[in-house]
């Protein structure tokens, strides 16, 4: 799909030979194409939807896919899902974490976190499991008119001074104005443009 191109017109600020004249300025109607159908990538369709801004997601899964387990939103979390309108559904969907203690081998307490003080009391940190965001977030990106494509694993990329084209398995490809890269760990587009850098473990662990 190629960008849309419409006509502005815009009267230029100066009178050669006394008289106005107009030019036609030929601008490419912004189209970002967002790679990668998580969390991230739908969250951003719905926010570029929000200004106005068209994009369609891509997905290398073949169908939507309900993996993963739960996981803490922060309290700047919790802000960005009510600037989108989902503030209440999640809250709806998920419970809230008052405070954290870690413990030892033995069962001892070791230490413990209030998470609810004046600062974050009003978005405070929520316990959510991943497929029911990404059910919130699919529902809320249908309403709002975001395309999501799925079985679409991108291969390559091309850019120019106007516009990127993805390229994907299937031999489809893509063009628009801007490209988001939201395919996880192991980002294809992050491999592409930092081809050089290589990802090197910090040492955390996580368990679920």
């Known amino acids: 799909m190629r960008p849309i191109v419409f006509v502005n017109y815009n ?7 006394g008289l106005f004249k107009e030019r036609v300025i030929k601008v490419k109607e912004k189209h ?3 790679i990668g159908g998580g969390i991230a990538g739908v969250a951003m369709g719905i926010f570029l939807k929000k200004q106005g801004i068209s994009s369609s997601v891509y997905e290398s899964y073949p169908i939507k896919k309900d993996a993963g387990a739960a996981f803490g939103i922060f309290p700047n ?17 998920s419970w809230s974490i008052k405070n954290f203690e870690m413990y030892n ?6 230490s413990t976190i209030n998470l609810v003080d004046e600062d974050n009391n009003y978005y405070p940190m929520q316990y959510i499991t991943r497929s029911n965001l990404m059910s919130i977030l699919f529902e809320k990106a249908q309403d709002e008119g975001v395309c999501i494509h799925y079985g679409k694993k991108l291969i390559n990329l091309h850019q120019d001074e106007t516009s990127v084209t993805a390229f994907f398995e299937d ?5 628009g104005t801007e490209l988001i890269g939201a395919d996880g760990i192991h980002s294809k587009i992050r491999q592409n443009i930092f081809n050089q850098c290589s990802m090197v473990y910090a040492g955390y662990s996580i368990i679920q």
Not at 83 to 89: A, C, M, N, S
Not at 171 to 175: D, F, R, V
């Open 11 to 17: 009267r230029l600020k100066y009178k050669p030979n």
């Open 105 to 110: 081998m033995y069962g001892t307490v070791m």
């Open 77 to 93: 979390g919790m802000y960005v899902l009510e600037e989108i309108g989902l503030k209440q559904e999640v809250l709806r969907n």
């Open 171 to 175: 031999g489809t490809q893509e063009t």
């Open 32 to 34: 970002v194409l967002i």
